[in-house]
């Protein structure tokens, strides 16, 4: 792994239980506390915002990855130094150049379509790059009973299955990704 950064995917929402967002700041913190960087999608709202609080508020670098085309919808992080891509798939492409491993905090279809993609390429060998799903209450244990589903249907390995972790605790999550 390349320990210089690590990329989290995270609702631009905070989503309706105040453990979301406080997972979210707490893992900020543990990302600058052990000397990485923080990639991620750039806003300064949502969770996505409030994990590069957590990181710039501890020290840390935060590097926020955003399209151009919703450049002026959002409100770019104040503290992050901000790239911007031309489409998403460029974007996922430069978020997963820049970092070493993923982490997953609760979100939307955004989130769930960043982190399966960066699963799917480790399966396919595009990276060696781990990914662990941060399961803050609950929020994908039903991903993970739906993966399981579909190693009993014969539609997934284990190997590939086994791909993608979930961990309920930041520091554990980070743990995992060594």
């Given at each position: 792994?390349?320990?210089?950064?690590?990329?989290?995917?995270?609702?631009?929402?905070?989503?309706?239980?105040?453990?979301?967002?406080?997972?979210?700041h707490?893992?900020?913190r543990?990302i600058?506390?052990?000397?990485?960087?923080?990639?991620f999608?750039?806003?300064?709202?949502?969770?996505?915002?409030a994990?590069?609080?957590?990181?710039?508020?501890?020290?840390?670098?935060?590097?926020?990855?955003?399209?151009?085309?919703?450049a002026?919808?959002?409100?770019?992080?104040?503290?992050a130094?901000?790239?911007?891509?031309?489409?998403?798939?460029?974007?996922?492409?430069?978020?997963?150049?820049?970092?070493g491993?993923?982490?997953?905090?609760?979100?939307?279809?955004?989130?769930?379509?960043?982190?399966?993609?960066?699963?799917?390429?480790?399966?396919?060998?595009?990276?060696?790059?781990?990914?662990?799903a941060?399961?803050?209450?609950?929020?994908?244990a039903?991903?993970?009973?739906?993966?399981?589903?579909?190693?009993?249907?014969?539609?997934?390995?284990?190997?590939?299955?086994?791909l993608?972790?979930f961990?309920t605790?930041p520091?554990?999550?980070?743990?995992?990704?060594?």
């Amino acid at each position: 792994m390349n320990p210089a950064r690590i990329c989290v995917f995270a609702g631009s929402g905070v989503g309706n239980d105040a453990r979301f967002a406080a997972a979210a700041h707490e893992l900020g913190r543990e990302i600058a506390s052990r000397d990485l960087g923080l990639v991620f999608g750039g806003e300064a709202s949502g969770l996505m915002g409030a994990v590069a609080d957590g990181c710039t508020e501890a020290g840390g670098e935060a590097i926020g990855v955003i399209p151009r085309f919703l450049a002026d919808v959002g409100t770019p992080h104040p503290a992050a130094e901000i790239r911007l891509a031309d489409t998403l798939a460029e974007r996922k492409q430069l978020m997963a150049d820049l970092a070493g491993g993923f982490v997953a905090l609760p979100g939307g279809l955004g989130t769930l379509d960043e982190l399966t993609e960066m699963v799917t390429w480790t399966q396919l060998g595009v990276h060696e790059k781990p990914v662990v799903a941060l399961d803050v209450a609950d929020c994908w244990a039903e991903l993970a009973a739906l993966l399981d589903a579909m190693v009993g249907n014969g539609f997934l390995r284990p190997e590939a299955r086994a791909l993608l972790r979930f961990e309920t605790s930041p520091a554990v999550a980070l743990d995992a990704l060594a």
